[in-house]
């Protein structure tokens, strides 16, 4: 992949925009999303794990003596003034994936660097940068000094040509003449030297003829995909559908090939969306694993395949550069800017699927509460997944099947901890 280093942030500079950038990210707040149908809020300010979540050892986990181990009995009404709601636990399975800031980078297969073909004066401009323009679309016009020569240099071997035939002619009908009185009039020496001189006629047209063929092609490259002669003056076009990104010359200038491009054009229909993936995140990513793009916190998200994973990490940062070519017809994406994005592993977590927010933390053990009955509940340390659109993978402690709390779990956890003594709550009725 080929970077202008002049035009584009450096790769470290990006990463400080990244830092800042992911600040305004992290004040919207992740939002539940639907089971079933397109994504369409921004990723959490915490990225969902790559691996499946072990079982926490932190020192402020509960002892197995301080567990709630008792039900937790509460009423009907109570369960209803508190707006607890419960969910059947199903058999499923969700990918890892991680939340990461990412840059525009464009695609330089897909960009025109144009240079005149030929030396000149320009007569007008027709363009600006920024502009949008079609693939054949005049961008300026020169007056090209190098066309005329050109011209002169064809002439010039076509007359030569025109004149190596006629002495080619004069030399056959010489030797012809010399075949025919041969014996007689002409010696046989002579019918030998004119048979010469028609020998090297016919070499000096073949020469002409081939200088004159290279004069005409060299001509015809003065007419190109990005540019077209009429007379001795040139129109330089666009060969491809794009935006300007810079043009350097002005009405009254001189150009020539031999310098700088004179015209920028980008298609910026498909760039490249660049994540930068921890080094350990990365090793769970491979190429063609779903990704999603957020152009901004509000955004609904463009949707690709992850198509490069770079070899090397970046010893600054320590972060590995995952690329994704992304559908840009709609002009969201424009070089540089800073995204979020979803990167998704290929490979799945099966176990016990539940809404996310059953799952509360008692110390830093992970638990549900599980229905026993329409008025007890009982909490249950388990083993998390990942999670995905408000729903999590529970890999140990839950079945399928069983009921548990969504809606108002942290009442639960609240009062299993106020009051862990058996038949506490609205009186167990």
């Given at each position: ?19 800042l ?5 992290a ?20 990225s969902?794990?790559?691996?499946p ?41 969700l ?11 464009q ?17 007008s ?71 010469s ?5 016919e ?6 003829e ?7 092609e ?18 330089v ?99 540089d ?42 909490a249950?340390?388990v083993?998390?997944?990942p ?12 079945k ?30």
């Amino acid at each position: 992949m080929i970077i202008n280093p002049t035009r584009r942030l450096s790769a470290r500079y990006r990463c400080a925009l990244l830092a800042l950038t992911s600040l305004s990210f992290a004040l919207v707040p992740e939002i539940g999303l639907a089971q079933a149908g397109p994504v369409s809020t921004p990723p959490g300010t915490v990225s969902a794990p790559v691996a499946p979540s072990a079982p926490s050892t932190e020192s402020g986990s509960q002892s197995p003596a301080d567990w709630p181990n008792a039900p937790i009995a509460i009423s009907r009404e109570a369960l209803r003034q508190e707006g607890i709601h419960t969910a059947l636990a199903r058999q499923g399975a969700l990918p890892p994936h991680v939340d990461v800031p990412a840059y525009i980078d464009q695609d330089d297969r897909r960009s025109a660097r144009i240079h005149p073909v030929g030396q000149g004066r320009v007569q007008s401009v027709l363009v600006t940068p920024g502009e949008i323009v079609k693939k054949g679309q005049v961008l300026f016009t020169y007056d090209d000094f190098s066309l005329s020569d050109a011209h002169q240099r064809l002439l010039s071997a076509e007359a030569a040509v025109q004149q190596a035939r006629a002495l080619r002619d004069d030399a056959r009908l010489s030797y012809d003449r010399a075949r025919a009185l041969q014996g007689g009039a002409i010696s046989q020496g002579e019918a030998q030297r004119r048979r010469s001189r028609l020998q090297d006629a016919e070499g000096t047209v073949k020469r002409s003829e081939a200088i004159a063929q290279n004069e005409r092609e060299r001509l015809a490259r003065f007419s190109s995909s990005s540019e077209k002669t009429e007379g001795l003056h040139s129109s330089v076009i666009s060969p491809i559908d794009g935006i300007v990104n810079k043009i350097v010359v002005g009405v009254g200038e001189e150009v020539s090939g031999r310098a700088a491009p004179a015209v920028e054009i980008d298609d910026l229909s498909r760039v490249w969306v660049v994540s930068q993936v921890g080094e350990q995140q990365a090793t769970h990513l491979s190429r063609g694993g779903r990704q999603l793009t957020w152009p901004a916190p509000d955004a609904k998200p463009i949707e690709s395949r992850i198509d490069l994973i770079e070899g090397s990490v970046d010893p600054m940062t320590r972060h590995v550069l995952v690329r994704s070519l992304v559908d840009n017809s709609k002009r969201q994406l424009r070089p540089d800017m800073l995204v979020k994005t979803r990167l998704f592993s290929t490979e799945t977590v099966h176990g016990i699927v539940i809404p996310a927010s059953a799952i509360q933390k008692i110390g830093s053990q992970p638990c549900v509460f599980v229905r026993l009955d329409d008025t007890h509940y009982q909490a249950r340390k388990v083993t998390t997944g990942p999670d995905l659109d408000g729903r999590i993978v529970v890999t140990q402690g839950l079945k399928p099947g069983e009921t548990v709390v969504t809606d108002g779990s942290f009442v639960l956890k609240s009062q299993a901890l106020l009051a862990p003594e058996p038949n506490h709550g609205e009186g167990g009725q």
